[in-house]
């Protein structure tokens, strides 16, 4: 038999090769798909969200490259099933905003007195949350590539100043749903569910009274000339959980190497790089609250006392019901409080 080849075999042969290379190195090439449902100038998307995307071009070389689309592919309570299902790569979003119970255990980072810093407790929540308390199992059809908590939640209302527990009694207020919805029922508020977004237009037509919102929201959404009292509380009279995922199937077609080099940007130093831009946020729009005229106070003793009082049975009966699945949350919780730095 012959093994000799021609020039002209030997150059096809040569061509073919390096055809078949650029070939495999396209294939391995992902694009992904983000859907952002928060305004594309949002502190969040501009300091966490689309430097997060920039990451993962960098530390894949090019590999896998993230597409932040300039529309969401649905309404922000769809958000996780977006991402689930396979609609978008990528997602983000509350868990209180899916109303069923897949999300039980988050429910931990939503409490009353989680945080003043939110860095500390976005870095807190991900460290409890998705370690003894499995957060991954969860979060089911999606690898979990980030959770995240914003700073102190704060009550705002264009009503009344909150001088007793009495004077929230009967006032509108939008809750984001999960605990907070549950507290201020407790502190006799109406209450309204609704995402973010929708809250200028309520606000604005005198349909609800106010809001349970961090500082940065009221310029986020435009608030700061429909409100005027806003009562702080330590550590936050509520917050909000935040899940940041990616479509499971999708995962699992990137390589190894590429999934390592995700991770290590993702967990923890993405909870301190969105946490850093929710605390940039706040401090930008205390300035602009005090401009507009808006009186931030201290929650007073007895609407303090009120507020922890009811915050304990909820906990213990979250607790309660974590234990039947083998879950410690009383001891997650103090954990999680004691990495954010809350004397409670």
């Known amino acids: 038999m012959n093994f000799n080849l021609s020039g002209n075999a030997l150059l096809f042969a040569g061509v073919a090769t390096a055809a078949l290379s650029v070939t495999s190195a396209v294939a391995a090439e992902t694009t992904l798909a983000m859907s952002s449902w928060l305004p594309p100038r949002h502190p969040i998307v501009v300091g966490a969200m689309k430097p997060w995307a920039k990451q993962v071009e960098e530390v894949t070389d090019g590999r896998v490259t993230v597409r932040v689309l300039a529309k969401p592919m649905g309404a922000p309570p769809a958000h996780y099933d977006i991402a689930a ?83 929230i009694e009967g006032l509108k207020i939008r809750v984001p749903g999960g605990y907070i919805s549950d507290l201020m029922a407790d502190l006799g508020a109406t209450t309204l569910f609704m995402s973010s977004g929708e809250v200028y237009e309520k606000l604005s037509r005198g349909v609800i009274d106010g809001a349970t919102f961090t500082f940065e929201a009221l310029t986020a959404f435009k608030l700061t000339d429909d409100l005027k009292y806003s009562m702080k509380v330590p550590g936050g009279i509520y917050n909000t959980t935040w899940f940041f995922v990616m479509n499971e199937d999708k ?94």
């Open 85 to 167: 299902d396979g609609v978008a790569d990528i997602t983000y979003g509350l868990h209180s905003f899916t109303t069923d119970d897949r999300f039980t255990r988050s429910r931990i980072g939503q409490f009353s007195f989680i945080g003043d810093d939110a860095v500390a407790g976005s870095k807190a929540f991900w460290n409890v949350y998705s370690g003894p308390l499995e957060a991954q199992k969860e979060h089911e059809g999606t690898k979990l590539l980030g959770l995240f908590v914003h700073g102190p939640g704060v009550l705002h209302n264009n009503v009344r100043k909150i001088e007793s527990t009495g004077d």
């Open 251 to 344: 995962w699992n077609e990137i390589s190894p190497e590429d999934q390592a080099a995700i991770e290590a940007i993702s967990g923890e130093a993405f909870a301190e790089s969105v946490g850093a831009a929710w605390n940039g946020a706040d401090e930008a729009a205390l300035e602009a609250i005090e401009k507009a005229g808006i009186e931030i106070y201290d929650a007073p003793a007895e609407v303090l006392d009120t507020i922890r009082s009811s915050a304990e049975k909820y906990e213990a009966a979250w607790s309660e019901a974590l234990a039947a699945d083998g879950y410690d949350g009383a001891a997650a919780l103090e954990e999680l409080r004691k990495q954010a730095g809350v004397d409670f």
